[in-house]
């Protein structure tokens, strides 16, 4: 988790829009991440299914020792720059 600022200070981060499931949305891309995710407000928000996890993903954050990650969507539409 960063602030917007410190994103645009970043050469791995890069902020856009983005389409998730044909919803426009923001978005920060770390070019080093190995998984991508999204913000239980915004899974809410879109209704995305999920399903749970058969274990829990350890996700090691700066602000914390690590947040647990408990579900699962195997496949989202995603749009950068109108290409899917």
């Known amino acids: 988790?960063?602030?917007q600022e410190e994103a645009m200070a970043s050469k791995a981060i890069i902020l856009g829009m983005i389409s998730l499931n044909d919803r426009k949305t923001?978005?920060?891309f770390d070019t080093s991440a190995t998984h991508s995710f999204?913000?239980?407000r915004?899974?809410?928000l879109?209704?995305?299914k999920t399903k749970p996890l058969a274990m829990p993903f350890?996700?090691?954050i700066p602000l914390k020792?690590?947040?647990l990650s408990t579900l699962v969507r195997e496949s989202c539409k995603i749009?950068?720059?109108g290409q899917d």
């Open 1 to 3: 988790m960063v602030t």
């Open 26 to 28: 923001y978005a920060l």
């Open 46 to 48: 879109d209704k995305i």
């Open 42 to 44: 915004y899974r809410r």
């Open 38 to 40: 999204v913000s239980e």
């Open 58 to 60: 350890s996700i090691s």
């Open 79 to 81: 749009s950068i720059g």
């Open 65 to 67: 020792d690590a947040v």
